[in-house]
T-cell receptor
Framework: QQQVKQSPQSLIVQKGGISIINCAYENTAFDYFPWYQQFPGKGPALLIAIRPDVSEKKEGRFTISFNKSAKQFSLHIMDSQPGDSATYFCAASRMDSSYKLIFGSGTRLLVRP | EAGVTQSPTHLIKTRGQQATLRCSPISGHTSVYWYQQALGLGLQFLLW???????NRGNFPPRFSGRQFPNYSSELNVNALELEDSALYLC?????????????FGEGSRLTVL
């Protein structure tokens, strides 16, 4: 019930294309869904996050789509750039006193020039 | 503003030894989290400290332990090292405890167990 399943494991996209990464969760008590971006040799950094009261959130070229009934959420990167090449992690948590983030297994994105 | 700092950057130990990893959170942050990032397994939650107290721990054996000091820095200890403990250990800090918010990660300490 605590798992967050992420796919695909790796993704290759041409420059200018759309990158799509999907995540599914089991625990219906989760109410915070962030995406983290990690470059080689660096720690993960928050990219964008969504709460279940909205179905979509957009920040620049990055969009989270959220489907509460299906218990799924996805990250879309529009006009993908080589600088977007990184590992992306979805995560989920509960907003209570036992706060902790449960991460997906990560997607390694390569954007070809 | 300084980010989360971790030391050492790299650590090589042999089976059965003990490893100690250190973390300094962002100034003003009271919560410190430890995660293990093993190859292909994503980030696995290890421990959460806030205000000097252990608030939660993940599904790891008791030989993984730690503490948080009065200045909110933290230490992760791994006793009786096993080969499968080889991983990147990430520390993160945040300013909130009851409201889910952004975690700020350090660059990690890479532990290699031979």
């Amino acid at each position: 019930q605590q798992q967050v399943k992420q796919s695909p494991q790796s993704l290759i996209v041409q420059k200018g294309g759309i990158s799509i990464i999907n995540c599914a969760y089991e625990n219906t008590a989760f109410d915070y869904f962030p995406w983290y971006q990690q470059f080689p040799g660096k720690g993960p950094a928050l990219l964008i996050a969504i709460r279940p009261d909205v179905s979509e959130k957009k920040e620049g070229r990055f969009t989270i789509s959220f489907n509460k009934s299906a218990k799924q959420f996805s990250l879309h990167i529009m006009d993908s750039q080589p600088g977007d090449s990184a590992t992306y992690f979805c995560a989920a948590s509960r907003m209570d006193s036992s706060y902790k983030l449960i991460f997906g297994s990560g997607t390694r994105l390569l954007v070809r020039p | 503003e300084a980010g989360v700092t971790q030391s050492p950057t790299h650590l090589i130990k042999t089976r059965g030894q003990q490893a100690t990893l250190r973390c300094s959170p962002i100034s003003g942050h009271t919560s410190v989290y430890w995660y293990q990032q093993a190859l292909g397994l994503g980030l696995q939650f290890l421990l959460w400290y806030d205000e000097g107290e252990e608030r939660n721990r993940g599904n790891f054996p008791p030989r993984f332990s730690g503490r948080q000091f009065p200045n909110y820095s933290s230490e992760l200890n791994v006793n009786a090292l096993e080969l499968e403990d080889s991983a990147l250990y990430l520390c993160a800090s945040s300013s909130g405890t009851r409201a889910a918010g952004e975690l700020f990660f350090g660059e990690g300490s890479r532990l290699t167990v031979l």
